[in-house]
């Protein structure tokens, strides 16, 4: 699930980059910090 969410961030990192509509960019901006917050919940549930 982790390399999902890693994936999910690069897509939205491009987005953000590369985009040019605002709504979608604000949106992939959210993305990647729910993501990333996700991916930092779960490798602490793996420790």
């Known amino acids: 699930m982790i390399s ?3 994936g999910a ?3 939205a990192q491009h ?3 590369q985009g ?3 709504d ?3 949106l ?3 993305i990647v910090t ?3 917050a996700e991916i ?3 490798k602490d549930m793996l420790k």
């Open 34 to 36: 729910d993501q990333q």
């Open 40 to 42: 930092t919940t779960m």
């Open 4 to 6: 999902h969410h890693e």
């Open 20 to 22: 040019s509509n605002p």
């Open 24 to 26: 979608a960019k604000r």
């Open 9 to 11: 961030i690069e897509m």
């Open 15 to 17: 987005e953000v980059a």
């Open 28 to 30: 992939a901006e959210k």
